[in-house]
């Protein structure tokens, strides 16, 4: 799969890119702001990884852009699921800290044919 993954912090970033290319996966990014992160639309992207406070605002409105595409989203946040706006509440979401099985199983679900 091909993963954006819109982080700001770089060493998260590294983790989980790191992650996804042991998994066999092809990354897209990191981006560490919103507008480097929507320089890509849907075509191309098979599942994105967002981290929801970006120096640039929250990614919401990307998320909502990428899922519309049908483009599985995953937030990867400190924020709290209670944070999202009530149109993204059924968006799959990972705290942080996270444990890679978490990412990991965020692939499988992506993989799947319900997804």
């Given at each position: 799969m091909r993963i954006l993954i819109l982080e700001d912090d770089p060493l998260i970033a590294l983790d989980l890119q790191l992650i996804l290319e042991d998994e066999g996966h092809e990354v897209i990014g990191p981006c560490a702001s919103l507008a480097e992160a929507q320089r890509y639309g849907s075509?191309?992207?098979d599942l994105a990884l967002l981290d929801v406070d970006l120096p640039d605002g929250k990614s919401f409105d990307l998320a909502a852009r990428l899922i519309e595409g049908g483009v599985p989203v995953s937030f990867v946040s400190a924020s709290t699921r209670a944070e999202l706006p009530?149109?993204?509440?059924d968006v799959a979401f990972i705290a942080k800290p996270y444990q890679h099985a978490a990412i990991r199983n965020s692939l499988t679900l992506a993989c799947s044919p319900a997804a």
């Open positions: 075509p191309g992207i009530p149109h993204l509440g």
